[in-house]
């Protein structure tokens, strides 16, 4: 009985661990994008608002992403110009909506919007912390 016991403890351990492990993030790099955010790559005229990005084919991964919500942080200036162009409020959560074929493997090229949020956009590109929601 106490075998048994201990299997169902061990047994609920190791599903509990395996589903609430936590969402991983990655660094890369984000650029930005003007409007008009449609039609995407993902839900054609679909409208899905400001707060959005597109991601490189390597991410993009055959629409894999698509919808998929991001927390994005602003680290720092991906090229040094000096000073560090992340705003005070560095995070900003956004919905994949298109792939960006002109993107590096770890990019998101973010709506004007979203970059702005986080960062002044004349930092063109800046390093970012991104992980799923």
């Known amino acids: 009985m106490v075998r048994l016991h201990n299997l169902f403890i061990l047994t ?40 959005v990005a597109a991601a490189s084919y390597m991410l993009y991964n055959r629409r894999a992403i698509c919808g998929r919500r991001y927390k994005v942080t602003c680290l720092t200036a991906a090229y ?28 998101l090229d973010l709506s004007r919007e979203a970059f702005a949020s986080i960062a002044g956009l004349g930092a063109g590109r800046i390093k970012i912390y991104f ?3």
């Open 80 to 107: 040094s110009k000096g000073r560090n162009p992340c705003k005070a409020n560095n995070v900003v959560y956004v919905t994949v909506v298109d792939l960006c074929p002109g993107c590096q493997a770890q990019q």
């Open 12 to 51: 609920a351990l190791i599903i509990f661990c395996f589903f609430s492990s936590p969402a991983i993030g990655t660094t890369g790099s984000a650029t930005y994008y003007n409007p008009p955010y449609t039609p995407s790559a993902c839900f054609g005229r679909r409208d899905s608002g400001h707060m």
């Open 131 to 133: 992980q799923p929601v």
